[in-house]
């Protein structure tokens, strides 16, 4: 008899999670799982915004796929995913078409650009590997041009962010300790260098703690990043981006926009035909869609409601890897005709870093951390995940033990 | 009584030699001695191939003005120079005006583009430390973008060297090695990536050894460069370069060109009113201008002709600073009203480096040297240098001690 074939869709925090905790838990003659990837590596979508500032290297983030499956276990296939047909019970890849007879959706997100005139064009994102090393070279690239010009222009020493939530704020974290290495490297008066954050909001973190979000903008601030709230970015063009603030028009001239205010599921999920809200699946507690009971969602692809505030739960790692676990235990429910658990997120804590020396957070909804306990706070976060991946050697090999400063 | 004033234009290598011996050389109260210069640093011309490749960080190539001086016998002065008065015996700089009694030109180089269309706005070269280090910058840029784009566009992937000389060889050799490195770090197929010369004699490193010549050719293409021999740039731009040979049009598309096939004396000679051959000023034996006997004339922007072939002797780091050790010796004489001496040179040896383990080189216009024992010879050559510059510190912080591989 045929084992069943269970498909998992995309390496990130919930995809790889549930691969190793099925590779785990399942025995050999129980089904047979493939994993699909773009790219041979899984990384870490939370570290992104400092390879994007070139304060660590992205070889510190990704991690070789085939190192922490059990290939004998796990069927690994680098391939890109054109389109589910859950009707068919099959996946198109760009190469192949796979049948499965359970499917993990765990596809992640896309830049949402609303579109903004010239957004998707001319900005840069933070959304994987290849786009945070881009923006890395990009900074690099424009300094070296600037330092080398007769003719100096200043848009190539500006940098935009816009969007102010974690990924913006991050960045800004990063970058802002960055800045004086890059003008010792290329020789530029660091006063000439702007950077500058857009949030629609009137203050950053929208939805945090309001008094950890003012100490991040005082701690920002002092390292010369400047905050322009309550603006809307309207237009990106290659030289310049345009803002409006109290129905005034703004030109800031920048060779760099970051593009860090919005997110959405990957689009296969729409174009697949699955039933979407705000182009996510609205799972039902044991992580599956309602229409096919052969298919589970996690991450960013799927959508719960917090029956306490009746707003989604944010798209986070923190959220994907805990839902990990129950897909995995429902898939080996399904296999075993037991029962299935209902996913009921425990949001621990929170910490936004804010460059490599400071951070801020909050514990079990209720403590603040702010400074280097919020770092050392960040890198236990950190540091837990590794193990749960890849256990100690992966640790040592990954893992942030800088502790203190 | 007031101090006669010499004045030295350029810390190129015929600059700062001339400036450290005369320094050596005087007693406080015989003359006072500015040196101007462009940058706070001097630079070893002759290593820049290596910073634009990458595989040489560009501060190890330059050297702080102020950390070679002495600052109690020379003044140094970081300015631009604009034009030179001879007849009113100043110097125009964009800050102030200087007047000389002894005047030392050292200007240097600029790329020659010899009217190729679009030459000079899209081609870089390797003449200084801002645009090596943003050719290094470019390749990095460009390999990072072709690694992140959907549509790949394989010109980010071509690198066309017009000119197989010196600059062009030692470049090739540098960048070949690189290219692995690169390709790992931007996850790059070693396979796509074209390196392409294009020199206009039937053979690189035209009026060198035939046999070291095919030597370097051989020991490059084995590392996958591609050699267009009796060909000529006739267009450049920013996506392709067009290329002659054979009455044959053939286009090549590339984001990056360089141009390594010509140099011409910094312009400034010209504009200052000397007469002057193929735009540098032809000098005495005596190193002085025909014209001005205040004004001695050193490195690229000095024309000597070898009596033997009638040829220009050619611009090298070597002759440029053989000559400092007359200038200065002749300054010396002019102030103590002795006899000036005649310039000879001695043309020692000429190393091309062709990457860090592999090099030509011929001694004493007889020994031929290639392989291991060239790059030792070369780096012999380059830490010579630094200890006749600024000593056994000098040496000890920038020399090159790698000898083996």
């Known amino acids: 008899m045929k084992k069943p074939h269970i498909v998992i869709l995309g390496a990130g925090y919930g995809g790889i999670m549930t691969t190793i905790k099925l590779q785990k ?18 990384y870490q979508t939370t ?13 510190r983030t990704r991690i070789p796929i085939r190192n922490i499956i059990n290939q004998e276990k796990v069927n690994f296939i680098q391939d890109k995913v054109i389109l589910i047909k859950p009707e068919e019970k099959k996946v198109k890849l760009s190469e192949v078409e796979l049948s499965y007879d359970i499917l993990v959706i765990g596809l992640g997100f896309e830049a949402a650009t609303f579109g903004i005139t010239g957004l998707a064009e001319n900005a840069f994102s933070i959304g994987n590997i290849k786009n945070a090393r881009l923006l890395r070279e990009h900074i690099e690239y424009n300094f070296a041009k600037y330092s080398e010009q007769q003719e100096k222009d200043p848009a190539l ?17 990063e970058i802002a300790n960055r800045i004086p290495e890059l003008c010792k ?26 008094q950890l979000s003012e100490y991040a903008m005082n701690s920002l601030e002092a390292r010369g990043v400047e905050f322009i709230t309550g603006a809307l970015v309207k237009e990106c063009h290659p030289d310049k981006v345009i803002i409006e603030k109290n129905n005034k028009t703004i030109h800031v001239p920048t060779a760099t ?28 507690s044991d992580m599956r869609t309602p229409d096919y009971k052969d298919v589970f969602v996690i991450g960013d692809c799927a959508l719960i409601i917090n029956p306490e505030n009746g707003e989604p739960y944010p798209p986070t790692a923190q959220i994907a890897i805990q839902q990990s676990d ?51 706070l960040k890198k236990i976060i950190d540091n837990r995940y590794l193990l749960k991946l890849g256990g100690f050697s992966l640790l040592i090999k990954k893992g942030k033990f800088n502790f203190f400063y």
């Open 25 to 42: 838990s399942l025995n050999m003659n129980e089904a047979e799982i493939t994993l699909v990837n773009k790219n041979d590596y899984h």
């Open 47 to 59: 570290w992104l915004h400092e390879n994007a500032a070139g304060t660590l290297h992205h070889d």
């Open 157 to 173: 020493l500006h940098i935009v962010i816009g969007g102010g939530g974690f990924t913006g704020i991050e960045f800004l974290g």
């Open 185 to 210: 490297e290329y020789d530029i008066d660091k006063n000439l260098v702007r950077i500058i954050n857009i949030e629609g909001s009137s203050t950053v973190l929208p939805g945090f703690d309001p």
């Open 257 to 284: 926009t970051i593009w860090a205010a919005g997110v959405r599921a990957n689009s296969i999920v729409g174009k697949s035909g699955f039933t979407t809200n705000k182009g996510k699946i609205e799972v039902l």
């Open 326 to 376: 129950i897909v995995a235990h429902n898939i080996k429910a399904l296999l075993r005709r037991e029962d299935l658990e209902s996913f009921e997120p425990i949001i621990l804590g929170t910490v936004a870093s804010l460059g490599q020396n400071d951070a801020v957070g909050i514990l079990n909804n209720k403590y603040k951390f702010y400074g280097w306990k919020a770092t050392v």
